[in-house]
T-cell receptor
Framework: DTGVSQDPRHKITKRGQNVTFRCDPI?????LYWYRQTLGQGPEFLTY????????KSRLLSDRFSAERPKGSFSTLEIQRTEQGDSAMYLC?????????????FGSGTRLTVV | DAKTTQPPSMDCAEGRAANLPCNHS???????VYWYRQIHSQGPQYIIH???NNETNEMASLIITEDRKSSTLILPHATLRDTAVYYC???????????FGKGTRLHILP
């Protein structure tokens, strides 16, 4: 297992289209996190899962955004009716349960451009 | 909201120690100090964390003041590959999410 994988690395879409990103965490990690990062800013928390349960969602996660983690393995983040303001890097991270004594392992991200 | 204050940018000569400061004057007794870095176009990378005591690993050292209101990340022999944005984060012991601020952009000068 080489780490957290995200697919695709880059996505260009037209405004109004739906997009879906995938994250494959480290296999033994129970916790999975999604962040969004715009240019010049630090990553912003969106949501996190413990196994298949979505335990917290940021107010940044509007009703156009939905995240799932079926069977507690990989996760998907879908954005419906994309807007130009959705253009950002979407980062996924995973960690073991009771993660306060561990760091997160991040993927390389999916860069979304909405034109 | 991030609970830390960091300088927006710093320079360090290659081969010298890079000392990155962080203020966290409102830190509580059960909150840890974490450091991450982000190299251009990559996801953040965990470096080190600590509660009260100074910590050292293969990447860096973390010095936390006795009152825990500030800390310093030390990269002992900086190389060009250490050029990155460094984030200092305060995190409640059992909180499950990390909140990033804007970090310090560290430039290593050849």
């Amino acid at each position: 297992d080489t780490g957290v994988s995200q697919d695709p690395r880059h996505k260009i879409t037209k405004r109004g289209q739906n997009v879906t990103f995938r994250c494959d965490p480290i296999s033994e990690h129970n916790r999975l996190y999604w962040y969004r990062q715009t240019l010049g800013q630090g990553p912003e928390f969106l949501t996190y899962f413990q196994n298949e349960a979505q335990l917290e969602k940021s107010r940044l996660l509007s009703d156009r955004f939905s995240a799932e983690r079926p069977k507690g393995s990989f996760s998907t983040l879908e954005i419906q009716r994309t807007e130009q303001g959705d253009s950002a890097m979407y980062l996924c991270a995973s960690s073991p349960q009771a993660a306060y004594n561990y760091g997160y392992t991040f993927g390389s991200g999916t860069r979304l451009t909405v034109v | 909201d991030a609970k830390t204050t960091q300088p927006p940018s710093m320079d360090c000569a290659e081969g010298r120690a890079a000392n990155l400061p962080c203020n966290h004057s409102t830190i509580s007794g059960n909150e840890y100090v974490y450091w991450y870095r982000q190299i251009h176009s990559q996801g953040p990378q965990y470096i080190i964390h600590g509660l009260k005591n100074n910590e050292t690993n293969e990447m860096a050292s973390l010095i936390i003041t006795e009152d825990r209101k500030s800390s310093t990340l030390i990269l002992p022999h900086a190389t060009l590959r250490d050029t990155a944005v460094y984030y200092c984060i305060v995190r409640v012991g059992r909180d499950d999410k990390i909140i990033f601020g804007k970090g310090t952009r560290l430039h290593i000068l050849p």
